[in-house]
């Protein structure tokens, strides 16, 4: 079975073309604190804290063929990201889709990248301030940009080449909690570094212990004796994650998440990567070693992420953008 080349049907399948839309939408739309404005003049104060700090939580959704894809599983991911790092959403849940509805329909796209952030925002002045987290005016920020594959037609169809990061480890979840989908991202950019260093195109995390954690920006799967485990902690609880176990119980196969120790990668059967922005991504070698023996991927992963696609098209869990908004 060959994987499905999702990207090539989004160029050129009609039910993905581009609806018309003004000029200035051309690379994307956004949502900044209070107006929308095309992405290209989307800016943000440099002192608001999410710049300085880090200091922010953020969720991505897709859409594809018109409609977004579980976009109220994301919408209560946000929610508890904002919870668990005590940062207020100056909307509520249903101006938030409303934000997310209009800056996809002003920009006309059929598939796209749809990010979304509350910030703490810029930072009170007065002494003592700084311990109140009332005292922070938190800051919505939103952008829509053509969808684009973090890993390519070609690169899934071939499976990745990927390393277990021997310089970093995931950042402990009582540091940062990586449930709370948030904008600390250097142990995962430096993991990402140290996989070009190594001649390899993506990288996985363990914790301390050598327990799996997850891929930068992506949760990680292996299979083991024609079962898919996946971390269970220290990791984002990723929808596309959560996407995969409900493909297994559709497909009748066994699927978990448990601990992984990160020694386990090289011998599994096969491995794959899931994120919004890739789908399911086959990997092919683990530190140089091809993955189950074999030059590509496994059947598993194809079929996983062959039934995503035809799944999503078919109207899984989707809310249909309304483009009438542009107007
Ligand atoms: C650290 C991390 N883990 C996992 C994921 C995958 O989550 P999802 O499938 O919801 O996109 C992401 C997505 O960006 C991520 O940043």
Not at 67 to 82: D, G, I, K, P, T
Not at 153 to 161: F, N, Y
Not at 181 to 198: I, T, V, Y
């Amino acid at each position: 079975m060959e994987i499905i080349r999702a990207g090539e049907i989004m160029l050129t399948d009609p039910a993905h073309q581009r609806l018309p839309h003004e000029p200035a939408y051309g690379l994307g739309a956004a949502f900044i604190a209070d107006r929308f404005c095309p992405l290209i003049e989307a800016t943000i104060p440099i002192t608001d804290c999410g710049f300085m700090h880090a200091d922010a939580v953020y969720d991505v959704v897709s859409v594809s063929r018109g409609s977004f894809f579980r976009l109220e599983q994301h919408q209560a991911r946000f929610a508890r990201s904002c919870d668990a790092i005590r940062v207020r959403n100056p909307f509520g849940r249903e101006e938030e889709a409303e934000i997310l509805h209009k800056i996809v329909a002003l920009a006309g796209l059929r598939d796209a990248y749809v990010w979304w952030t509350v910030t703490r925002g810029l930072p009170p002045l007065g002494r003592g301030d700084m311990i109140d987290a009332d005292r922070f005016e938190s800051r919505f920020y939103a952008f829509a940009a053509p969808f684009i594959f973090v890993a390519d037609d070609e690169q899934r169809a071939r499976g990745l080449d990927v390393i277990v990061s021997r310089e970093r480890v995931r950042i402990s979840p009582r540091a940062v909690d990586p449930r709370a989908k948030n904008f600390h991202w250097l142990d995962m950019q430096m993991a990402l570094f140290e996989a070009g260093d190594r001649g390899a195109e993506w990288s996985v995390l363990p914790d301390e212990d050598g327990y799996l954690t997850e891929a930068a920006g992506a949760n990680v799967f292996v299979v083991r004796d024609g079962t898919v485990l996946t971390p269970d902690a220290g990791c984002l609880e990723g929808i596309t994650r959560e996407s995969v176990f409900d493909l297994c119980a559709e497909l009748g196969i066994p699927s978990k998440a448990t601990r992984v120790r990160a020694s386990e990668l090289p011998d599994a059967q096969e491995v794959f990567l899931t994120t919004t922005a890739g789908s399911i991504m086959p990997v092919r070698s683990v530190d140089g070693e091809l993955v189950g023996g074999r030059d590509g991927p496994g059947e598993i992963s194809t079929a996983l992420h062959n039934h995503y696609w035809e799944r999503r098209w078919a109207g899984w869990d989707a809310t249909p953008v309304r483009y009438d908004l542009a107007i």
